[in-house]
């Protein structure tokens, strides 16, 4: 489920996503650190498209962070 998001002009974004083996949760932060909104995703290349789309839409994408942990 994708929280409501609204993109502001020259918004510059970074997303931080949180893996499990099914899904993956990722936020994403505006440049003062505001959170912009939330996604989750499947562990498919449709739900990594789905996450680049979700991510672009909120403004200009300056980095993604993805955690794993062994």
Do not use: C
């Not at 997303?15 to 562990?43: K, N, Y």
């Amino acid at each position: 489920m994708t929280a409501p998001t609204v993109a502001l002009t020259g918004q510059i974004v970074t997303v931080g996503v949180d893996t499990h083996s099914d899904i993956h949760v990722g936020v994403a932060l505006d440049q003062l650190g505001r959170r912009l909104g939330t996604t989750t995703i499947s562990t498919t290349p449709a739900g990594y498209r789905e996450l680049e789309i979700w991510a672009r839409q909120l403004g200009q994408n300056d980095a993604f962070g993805i955690g794993q942990y062994i």
